[in-house]
């Protein structure tokens, strides 16, 4: 007979997430996905005026701020035919990429490393040995034995206060047996010296951005930060290296620590390319514009309706690539709002109704994406998968690269820890990109003046945003009406949604759903470190999926959580 596990909270994640799961001699059988929250950034946006919609819009999170900002301004600038400028475009891309940056640092150290990286183990290291080892692993600096004394004393500091703070985890799992103790070490330091980075990420965003999180200079119609090399009261040439002096550090540490640990991580947990896989049908969007016309992109977009096939893909030429915009739905079959639907964004309503857990019937607050009415899972498996079956340069160039070492197919990638490989091998693609859009940006603020233009309403106007964000593809859809821009209907069918979604109405589980029940066994119940592998390998952002609001700004519910995962 199947045992009930129950993980909830999920915790290392952004938001609210419950794991439902039933096991058979180990085997995870059959899993549930619950957002516990409900999301109402789509009800506080009605009514008020497409020209503001951005500002409450990247509020829909406190981790994925400047995403949901981006695709709000594309939503309305696509509602409205408007081209933005040059200038306006490739600052964009910079924010978009020094931000893709610290939230895959984030992800990668501070959210899912704890699940492979045993701090007792690497307390029990040989500094002179890690050292020895990250000389032939690693090009990188700090490898020296002092600086691994310096982490073991830490550790073993935190161990003996029993006050593990960050480190509390399942520590002596035998999951963890896969690593010599002095690659736990080597990592443990990474995961120190990750927070540093980030932070430069985060400062570089400051910069161009205005703040970090919340960024101010963006405006439907291009961005509000005012461009003008010579002039010292605006953004100038110094300005534009101070953010690269920011940015610049964090793209050297991506591609001699971060990649490097990716590669090492699934060398030793090579068996975990063969758990995890889930849906197969991939879906990602063009992003990095390089023209104003927004027909050439830096990153590829399409539909894989089967990891496994590399050869069948759909290309997605650009955002008005009809095959894009008219094949997505929403489904609240088992999602806790009024009615039972499948709707295209633009006629979506958002009605909250809840009405307990019931397998049977509706157990989530997320609503269900569809793709060619199927469930489909995005992130960075489906732009590497797609990109590298595209014949991206630089994604077959590292593609190739890491799966080479590891000693896997490329279609491998599709899994557990192909997702967290997957994501490092984006997050370098990225680090190369950015020097060629810096550059472009240098050349334009030579050449160009104009970093914003009008926009116009008039009627009833239809648009949608999309962006490749972190955990993947993200779309904001708007429907706005009259000559004030007022937004009479919008819908942001984020990242999380289509991977955290519940069942279809056919019964089809979402991503994490079918990743759980796809080989993945749980040796001690009490721990299930391999039940977070598998969610965290997606790296869940729940407050995008699902947002808690209260028209009334009253007091509803006190929840008092025992925490059962760590």
């Known amino acids: 007979m199947a045992k009930r596990l129950v993980i909830d909270p999920i915790t290392r994640i952004e938001g609210h997430l419950r794991i439902e799961t039933e096991i058979e001699n180990g085997k995870v059988v059959n899993a549930y996905s619950i957002g516990t929250t409900f999301r109402g950034i789509e009800v506080i946006l009605k009514g008020r005026t497409a020209l503001d919609a951005w500002l409450f819009a990247q509020r829909i999170c406190g981790v994925c701020t400047t995403v949901h900002a981006m695709a709000c301004v594309r939503s309305v600038e696509d509602a409205t035919n408007t081209k933005i400028p040059l200038l306006a475009q490739l600052i964009r891309n910079l924010i978009l990429m020094s931000h893709t940056f610290q939230d895959n640092i984030v992800h990668f150290y501070h959210l899912t490393s704890l699940d492979w990286v045993d701090i007792t183990k690497a307390a029990k290291a040989d500094p002179k040995k890690a050292a020895k080892l990250a000389a032939n692993l690693y090009d990188w600096p700090t490898h020296s034995v002092d600086r691994f004394k310096e982490v073991k004393e830490l550790l073993n500091k935190i161990i003996e206060s029993g006050k593990l703070g960050i480190f509390v985890g399942y520590w002596g799992h035998p999951a963890y047996d896969a690593l010599p103790p002095e690659i736990h070490l080597i990592l443990v330091s990474h995961y120190l010296e990750a927070f540093d980075y980030q932070r430069f990420a985060t400062q570089a ?31 100038n040439m110094e300005r ?284 001690d119940p009490e721990k299930p470190v391999e039940i977070l592998r598998t969610v965290h390998s997606f790296d869940p952002c729940m407050a995008c999926a699902v947002h808690l609001y209260d028209e009334d700004r009253k007091k509803r519910i006190f929840v008092q959580a025992k925490t059962l995962s760590r």
Not at 211 to 222: F, T
Not at 255 to 260: A, Q, T, W, Y
Not at 263 to 288: C, V
């Open 240 to 523: 534009a290296q101070m953010y690269y002096s920011f940015v610049r550090k964090t793209c050297d540490f991506i591609k001699n620590v971060f990649f490097r640990d990716a590669i090492i991580l699934s060398k030793y947990y090579k068996d975990w390319f063969n758990k995890g896989k889930g849906i197969k049908a991939l879906l990602a969007t063009p992003d990095l514009p390089t023209n104003v016309d927004m027909t050439n992109f830096d990153l590829p977009g399409g539909y894989l309706p089967d990891s496994d096939d590399l050869s069948n893909v759909e290309v997605f030429k650009d955002w008005k690539d009809p095959n894009l915009r008219n094949n997505i739905k929403e489904d609240i079959y088992h999602a806790w709002y009024k009615g039972a639907w499948a709707k295209h964004p633009w006629e979506e309503t958002t009605e909250p109704e809840y009405t307990g857990i019931n397998y049977d019937g509706k157990y989530s607050w997320i609503k269900g994406p569809l793709f060619k009415d199927k469930p489909a899972q995005v992130g960075p498996v489906a732009q590497v998968l797609i990109g590298y079956a595209t014949g991206h340069e630089l994604i077959k160039k590292y593609t190739i690269e890491a799966t080479n070492e590891v000693g896997i197919p490329v279609g491998k990638l599709n899994s557990t820890i192909g997702r967290n490989l997957a994501r490092a091998i984006r997050v370098r693609v990225l680090s190369d990109l950015l020097e060629k859009h810096f550059n472009m940006l240098i050349e334009a603020m030579n050449q160009e003046t104009e970093y914003c233009v009008p926009v116009k309403f008039s009627g009833e106007q239809k648009g949608v945003g999309f962006h490749e964000a972190p955990r993947g593809m993200l779309s904001h859809w708007t429907v706005i009406q009259g000559p004030d821009g007022i937004l009479k209907n919008y819908q942001a069918v984020v990242p999380s949604t289509w991977n955290a979604r519940p069942r279809t109405a056919q019964g089809e589980p979402g991503s994490y759903e079918a990743a759980l029940m796809d080989n993945i066994f749980v040796i």
């Open 205 to 235: 965003n400051a910069v161009i951005g205005g703040k970090n999180p919340h960024i101010q200079s963006l405006v439907p119609g291009g961005v509000s930060l005012a461009i003008n090399k010579d002039n010292p009261s605006t953004f």
